[in-house]
T-cell receptor, first 116, second 113 residues
Framework: GAGVSQSPRYKVAKRGQDVALRCDPI?????LFWYQQALGQGPEFLTY????????KSGLPSDRFFAERPEGSVSTLKIQRTQQEDSAVYLC??????????????FGPGTRLTVT | GENVEQHPSTLSVQEGDSAVIKCTYS??????FPWYKQELGKGPQLIID?????GEKKDQRIAVTLNKTAKHFSLHITETQPEDSAVYFC????????????FGSGTRLSIRP
């Protein structure tokens, strides 16, 4: 079946612009995660949704970052007034936890954001 | 805070030889340890995982071992092939929660023909 998809795959923004990154999780997956991956580093947790509820946003680096999943499916990560340090690959993952157990997270291809 | 340390950062092995990547974690409550393979321009792909109630798991040429007492776990790839070349990440759950995993910094594995 279809995997996690993300769009756009590449985004170039001028410093100060707002951007919106989209994630389409695997159909039926309850949990959705956003990660930020800097060049040469491992993914770093940003935020987590279970259905439409944002249960953990402790990894969002500043109040310029905002994520939503209004209908419990597609999610959007928005970055306001982008800064050069926001340049990274933004990864989305989804999973289907059962009775609170951690289950496999399936990742999308990521969106590479470059802020100039 | 919680962290996962991964070694080595780069690894080059002859085709057909074995490769071993090691990780340590800090949160004694962690109970889920996945390994991911990431190829250039792609998202991480889960290749194997282990839960805290077992000490070893194998899947064809890949095996993972877990030592909860020492808080370390390792990935073993045997009979390496060119297509094994990639960046590998270990990860550990934060506590027993299903909501968050923390990644190591990655190992770039190169297979020499």
């Amino acid at each position: 079946g279809a995997g996690v998809s993300q769009s756009p795959r590449y985004k170039v923004a001028k410093r100060g612009q707002d951007v919106a990154l989209r994630c389409d999780p695997i159909s039926g997956h309850v949990s959705l995660f956003w990660y930020q991956q800097a060049l040469g580093q491992g993914p770093e947790f940003l935020t987590y949704f279970q259905n439409e509820a944002q249960l953990d946003k402790s990894g969002l680096p500043s109040d310029r970052f905002f994520a939503e999943r209004p209908e419990g499916s597609v999610s959007t990560l928005k970055i306001q007034r982008t800064q050069q340090e926001d340049s990274a690959v933004y990864l989305c993952a989804s999973s289907f936890p059962v009775r609170g157990e951690t289950y496999e997270q399936y990742f999308g291809p990521g969106t590479r954001l470059t802020v100039t | 805070g919680e962290n996962v340390e991964q070694h080595p950062s780069t690894l080059s092995v002859q085709e057909g030889d074995s490769a071993v990547i090691k990780c340590t974690y800090s949160d004694s409550a962690s109970n889920y340890f996945p390994w991911y393979k990431q190829e250039l321009g792609k998202g991480p792909q889960l290749i194997i995982d282990i839960r805290s109630n077992v000490g070893e798991k194998k899947d064809q040429r890949i095996a993972v071992t877990l030592n909860k007492t020492a808080k370390h776990f390792s990935l073993h790839i045997t009979e390496t092939q060119p297509e094994d070349s990639a960046v590998y990440f270990c990860a550990a759950s934060i506590g027993s929660s299903a909501s968050k995993i923390i990644f190591g910094s990655g190992t770039r594995l190169s297979i020499r023909p």
